[in-house]
Nanobody
Framework: QVHLVESGGGSVQSGGSLSLSCEAS????????LAWFRQAPGEERVGIAA???????TYANSVKGRFTISLLNAGKTLSLQMNGLKPEDTAIYYC???????????????????WGQGAQVTVSS
């Protein structure tokens, strides 16, 4: 397992942009399968974006074309750039990592063993 620490998020009006970052001190994340999940009040945690060690990306339909998952800072920072935000994007966002290559089901939370602490994203109409 790896200790993940998130930063970023906050509040924005509909149509605005925010970004989230996720790091593990002293660890290069490029060898992991990485993902972002979100959980709205009263709902289950759902996967929205994933990135494999061979740079394959997977997006949920709800964020496709608006959100971008990437590795920055020489593979040490997992980023989620969120554009065109909508009120329904309001949730707590979590980064996650799995040491194994995940061939399918990368947006399933059960395949990830390390999690960040969560960051609030609030979008007002």
């Amino acid at each position: 397992q790896v200790h993940l620490v998130e930063s970023g998020g906050g509040s924005v009006q509909s149509g605005g942009s925010l970004s989230l970052s996720c790091e593990a001190s002293g660890v290069t994340l490029s060898r992991y399968t990485l993902a972002w999940f979100r959980q709205a009040p009263g709902e289950e945690r759902v996967g929205i974006a994933a990135l494999t060690e061979i740079e394959t990306t997977t997006y949920a339909n709800s964020v496709k074309g608006r959100f971008t998952i990437s590795l920055l800072n020489a593979g040490k920072t997992l980023s989620l750039q969120m554009n065109g935000l909508k009120p329904e994007d309001t949730a707590i966002y979590y980064c996650a990592a799995a040491e194994d290559y995940i061939p399918r089901g990368r947006l399933n939370p059960s395949v990830y063993t390390s999690w960040g602490q969560g960051a609030q994203v609030t979008v007002s109409s």
